[in-house]
């Protein structure tokens, strides 16, 4: 069964950090690009950022662009969101997100609140 | 970033058939097509289809969806109580080298 699982979510203050992980099974993990996509309380879904296969290539929106890095350990079929200098408007549910010609499996999603 | 466009909501009674839209442009939806999300409250989103009319197995027959140019569609007929929910479109932005989304349509079975 295709599975990913995301955790570190949490609470922190406006400007802190908190890093996300996203483990994966199921599947040949280095096969596929991984994304994170977010999405605020009542609101909808917004894509954040994607890594290629190999680890080398990624991108972010340019709303977190230069503050949030991806990452992935593809011998811990896991991927990463470093996020730094957290904002208010960053809360939100951060889904890991499988792409196979599409964005196909999410995971169930970790909670970020940034709040002071 | 550039998004793609959605009614807030459709409200159909059970039974009948629902027809949710999705406006890109060239770079997005009228390029590679789009996906569909299906998202119940508190729940991950669900993809029912891919690359226009591409469905995962297990996905019912009774969503389908198509492209004209700009334009995507989803048609679900046969509404059910279950089929009360959000619904996404997403496509590949080639100009942005990034996923965008529409902003949700939320579906109401009367």
């Known amino acids: 069964e295709v599975q990913l699982v995301e955790s570190g979510g949490g609470l922190v203050q406006p400007g802190e950090s908190l890093r996300l992980s996203c483990e994966a099974s199921?599947?040949?993990?280095?096969?596929?690009?991984m994304h994170w996509v977010r999405q605020a309380p009542g609101k909808g879904l917004v894509w954040v950022s994607h890594i290629d296969g190999d680890g080398i290539a990624t991108n972010y929106a340019g709303s977190v662009k230069g503050r949030f890095t991806m990452s992935r350990d593809n011998a811990k079929n896991t991927i990463y969101l470093q996020m730094d200098s957290l904002r208010v408007e960053d809360t939100g549910v951060y889904y890991c997100?499988?792409?196979?010609?599409?964005?196909?499996?999410w995971g169930q999603g970790a909670m970020v609140t940034v709040s002071s | 970033q550039a998004g793609l466009t959605q009614p807030p909501s459709v409200s159909r009674d059970l039974r009948q058939t629902a027809t949710l839209t999705c406006i890109g442009d060239s770079n997005t939806v009228g390029n590679q097509g789009a996906a569909w999300l299906q998202q119940h409250q508190g729940h991950p989103p669900k993809l029912l289809s891919y690359?226009?009319?591409n469905r995962p197995s297990g996905i019912s027959e009774r969503f389908s969806a198509s492209r004209s140019g700009n334009t995507a569609s989803l048609t679900i007929t046969g509404l059910q109580p279950e089929d009360e929910a959000d619904y996404y479109c997403?496509?590949?932005?080639?100009?942005?080298?990034?996923?965008?989304f529409g902003g949700g349509t939320k579906l109401t079975v009367l």
């Open positions: 199921g599947f040949t993990f280095t096969n596929h690009w």
């Open positions: 997403s496509a590949w932005d080639s100009s942005l080298s990034a996923w965008v």
């Open positions: 690359r226009n009319n």
């Open positions: 997100t499988k792409e196979a010609g599409s964005l196909e499996i």
